[in-house]
Nanobody, 122 residues
Framework: QVEIVESGGGLVQPGGSLRLSCGAS????????MAWYRQAPGKQRELVAT???????NYADFVKGRFTISRDYAKNTVYLQMSGLKPEDTAVYYC????????????????WGKGTLVTISS
């Protein structure tokens, strides 16, 4: 059984910082990439950042220079360091483990966490 759990969300003032964490647990053999998405009220879920197994990163234009994604392979954990936060960053942030191959599964697939709420407000 694979589980993806996000943490670190909360209420932050504009201009502040926050670090999100996402851990993948269970009988995991391999994870190709991990990513953060977000979904604001009334909007579609959108990609924020990804990091591959080779540490290649990709960011949405609206977070470039403000957010940094990193990964701890030993812990199957991905982080999202967010700074210069704006009210428009308010959303539920979701973690996705891409092409995760579990020990008991014949093929890799994507797994999602349930999200963590980030609210930027004064």
């Amino acid at each position: 059984q694979v589980e993806i759990v996000e943490s670190g969300g909360g209420l932050v003032q504009p201009g502040g910082s926050l670090r999100l964490s996402c851990g993948a647990s269970g009988s995991i053999f391999r994870i190709d990439a991990m990513a953060w998405y977000r979904q604001a009220p009334g909007k579609q879920r959108e990609l924020v950042a990804t990091i591959t197994s080779g540490d290649s990163t990709n960011y949405a234009d609206f977070v470039k220079g403000r957010f940094t994604i990193s990964r701890d392979y030993a812990k199957n954990t991905v982080y999202l360091q967010m700074s210069g936060l704006k009210p428009e960053d308010t959303a539920v942030y979701y973690c996705k483990a891409e092409n995760l191959l579990a020990l008991y599964s014949p093929r890799a697939k994507d797994y999602w966490g349930k999200g963590t709420l980030v609210t930027i407000s004064s």
